[in-house]
């Protein structure tokens, strides 16, 4: 059963493009958590939130945590080839256990 | 030095032989973890120890054993690989509140 849901799988845009990514739960998390991963690389941690309604920014990142805490989004503006990789979310439950989205492959095209 | 180092990197075997992944991480936190990754499937948790004593099963532990030799080392063994191990396999390590995990660049296991 995936708990955390993220949504597109996969997305291909132009340079210069917007766009957003989404994690959707039925469950409340303590933290939501946001990583990139690479090709051949592990995970790297993006950012965490932790207060429903939360926003942060990174840049031309943008996350947002919900009002109850059961989804989050990740928004970028003016897309650029470096942002190509597997976005991956994970939602933090009880003091260890993260339940993690199986990723949005995002491809920027030049 | 990378924060988590995982050895090896690639790693071909047959099955039935015992394989062992290490991992050793210079981040100071007592929280370490095993994970697999597949494609489609997302990350999954095989074993994870909140210090040198405390050591747990994840949700895919069978088939797996996990050693804490020391606060910063964890290594992973398959005792009689099979194919469908076949996976990336991460280490990670985490503060005690779990905000934020820094992981190894993976180990690309195959079993033939």
């Known amino acids: 059963t995936q708990l955390l849901e993220q949504s597109p799988q996969f997305l291909s845009i132009q340079e210069g493009e917007n766009l957003t990514v989404y994690c959707n739960s039925s469950s409340v998390f303590s933290s939501l958590q946001w990583y990139r991963q690479e090709p051949g690389e592990g995970p790297v941690l993006l950012v965490t939130?932790?207060?429903g309604g939360e926003v942060k920014k990174l840049k031309r990142l943008t996350f947002q945590f919900g009002d109850a805490r059961k989804d989050s989004s990740l928004h970028i503006t003016a897309a650029q080839p470096g942002d190509t990789g597997l976005y991956l979310c994970a939602g933090a439950r009880g003091n260890y256990q993260l339940i993690w989205g199986a990723g949005t492959k995002l491809i920027i095209k030049p | 030095d990378a924060d988590v180092t995982q050895t090896p990197r690639n790693r071909i075997t047959k099955t039935g032989k015992r394989i062992m992944l290490e991992c050793s991480q210079t981040?100071?936190?007592?929280?370490m973890y095993w994970y697999r990754q597949d494609p489609g499937l997302g990350l999954r948790l095989i074993y994870y120890s909140f210090d040198v004593k405390d050591i747990n099963k994840g949700e895919i532990s069978d088939g797996y054993s996990v050693s804490r030799q020391a606060q910063a080392k964890f290594s992973l063994s398959l005792e009689s690989a099979i194919p469908n191990q076949t996976a990336l396999y991460f280490c990670a390590t985490s503060d005690f509140k779990g905000y934020g995990y820094t992981f190894g660049s993976g180990t690309r296991l195959t079993v033939v």
């Open positions: 939130v932790v207060t």
């Open positions: 981040k100071g936190h007592d929280r």
